[in-house]
């Protein structure tokens, strides 16, 4: 018996060892990427949600919002298929797809050798549409400036309270589909209260992509930030 338990403390701790130097390669990739980000100006969000929250029919009213006020190119994580990438290219903006296979979440070193294909210099604003999941790329820094998490109210009131660890390290949350919340019997209150929880510094746009409520506001918003990006390059010039 007491050689069993020594076995799953060894097994365990490599397993922990392994974890760590993961993580610890992946900040330090993502540390680059940040520093080249800051270098040339460049607001880079990381927009994560659950599975069908909406993110890419969201990133498209934003683009749509910020046409020929913005320079943009998009970043598409997904298991499989290209098709994201594709919605967001009919718009005329740039994306390259990542395909992960079975891993739930992008790493720096992914996003890395995507931006390999884009001319970071050109741009003001770069998305990441991370891999749907609300727990692994959580803990996966991409050297975004920004993290962006959609919330849709068809998950239910209590999801930033089930996966706090998502939502406490969100700058800003975008609760979603607030046409649904009478017909998902979900009371908006609620649900930021829930947010507040566990991120009391969160900034909360409550929108619809069907109806266009609360779209004004975000890409307001969004543009002050990507002015604030360019404008402490020119500080520190």
Not at 121 to 137: A, M, S
Request: net charge negative; aromatic share 4%.
């Amino acid at each position: 018996m007491e050689a069993i338990t020594e076995g799953i403390a060894a097994r365990t701790t490599e397993r922990i060892s392994v974890q760590t130097n993961v993580l610890n390669a992946n900040q330090q990739t993502a540390a680059e990427n940040r520093q080249m980000f800051e270098d040339h100006g460049l607001l880079v969000i990381n927009l994560m949600s659950a599975p069908g929250a909406g993110k890419t029919t969201l990133l498209e009213a934003t683009i749509k919002s910020l046409r020929g006020r913005c320079r943009l190119a998009v970043i598409e994580g997904d298991l499989q298929t290209d098709l994201d990438a594709q919605r967001i290219q009919a718009l005329g903006v740039r994306s390259h797809q990542i395909t992960t296979g079975t891993v739930c979440h992008l790493d720096a070193r992914m996003v890395a050798r995507a931006l390999t294909v884009f001319p970071v210099d050109e741009l003001d604003l770069l998305v990441i549409e991370n891999v749907g999941n609300l727990i692994c790329p959580a803990s996966f820094d991409l050297g975004e400036g920004l993290r962006v998490v959609v919330c849709s109210v068809a998950e239910g009131a209590e999801k930033p309270r089930k996966y706090p660890v998502m939502f406490h390290k969100a700058a800003v949350v975008l609760i979603n589909k607030i046409d649904l919340a009478a017909a998902s019997d979900v009371d908006l209150v609620e649900l930021e209260a829930n947010i507040r929880s566990v991120n009391p510094t969160a900034t909360i746009f409550k929108l619809s992509c069907k109806s266009g409520v609360g779209l004004d506001e975000w890409t307001e918003w969004l543009q002050h930030a990507v002015a604030a990006r360019q404008a402490s390059v020119l500080v520190g010039a």
